[in-house]
Nanobody
């Protein structure tokens, strides 16, 4: 089994920055697809960013391209979301997700493992 734990959320003013972290534990060998999704109140969960552990090429939602950056680390197996120039519309519960093999997918159904989420609130 795999457990994912997010951290780094909080309250920030518009234009500010936050860095989210996701740490994987358990049977992490073989985890490849690593993603971030978010869900704002009253909206469906949406893709934010993803990266393949082996390939390392990130993909982003158009709404965050140029402002957010996803990266990964191996000690322990973790990935991060650096969020800059935050906007009010970035307010959401942010989830990290992962799966064995595969690639950096925008499709949430491609991810088997999910964290509990960390809240990001952007204020004016």
């Amino acid at each position: 089994q795999v457990q994912l734990v997010e951290s780094g959320g909080g309250l920030v003013q518009a234009g500010g920055s936050l860095r989210l972290s996701c740490s994987a534990s358990g049977r992490t060998f073989g985890l490849d697809a690593m993603g971030w999704f978010r869900q704002a109140p009253g909206k469906e969960r949406e893709f934010v960013a993803a990266i393949s552990w082996t390939v390392g090429i990130p993909v982003y939602a158009d709404s965050v391209k140029g402002r957010f950056a996803i990266s990964r680390s191996s000690a322990p197996k973790s990935w991060y979301l650096q969020m800059n120039s935050l906007k009010l519309e970035d307010t959401a519960l942010y989830y990290c997700a992962s799966d064995l093999g595969g690639s950096a997918s925008r499709d949430e159904t491609r991810y088997r493992y999910w964290g509990q989420g960390t809240q990001v609130t952007v204020s004016s």
